[in-house]
């Protein structure tokens, strides 16, 4: 609160006006902070993902599994897929199902962009519903 002088008399008149400049000024203060903070919030850093504790979930009676070997080939099940046939093996696995979930699993070794040409063909397809599937880590007591 705050009071003006009036020069003309005894009275202390009071002053209704809120002075919104300091507000401003704060205000202007966090924007420069937050616009400085955000392009560092976003920097890339190399980091070891640390394996899944999420409690397993139920499996499918028959559950179909693609995958990608070490040597970077294509496996339904047990038997051997090239990559051109996929589409058309898994139509007969999954009996023309497209809602079918496909397990896919990969060896360690297979580079990240090759695991993703596979999502890529799986999804041109229209196989859709896709689980990675990894090792369970137990969790800590």
Do not use: C, W
């Not at 020069?7 to 209704?16: A, I």
């Not at 060896?107 to 397809?125: A, I, K, Q, S």
Request: no cysteine.
């Amino acid at each position: 609160m705050s009071a003006k002088l009036n020069h003309g008399g005894d009275d202390l008149e009071q002053n209704h006006e809120i002075n919104v400049t300091p507000f401003i000024d704060v205000i202007l203060v966090l924007l420069i902070i937050f616009m400085v903070a955000a392009p560092l919030a976003t920097v890339d850093i190399a980091v070891d993902l640390p394996a899944s504790t999420a409690q397993p979930q139920p499996r499918p009676d028959k559950p179909v599994y693609l995958t990608v070997k070490n040597d970077l080939s294509l496996a339904l099940g047990e038997a051997a897929v090239s990559r051109e046939m996929l589409g058309q093996v898994l139509d007969q696995t999954a009996g023309g199902n497209k809602e079918t979930r496909i397990f896919l699993r990969a060896d360690r070794t297979v580079p990240y962009g090759e695991l993703m040409e596979v999502m890529n063909l799986l999804r041109d397809t229209g196989y859709l519903k896709v689980a990675l599937v990894g090792l369970e880590k137990p969790s800590a007591p």
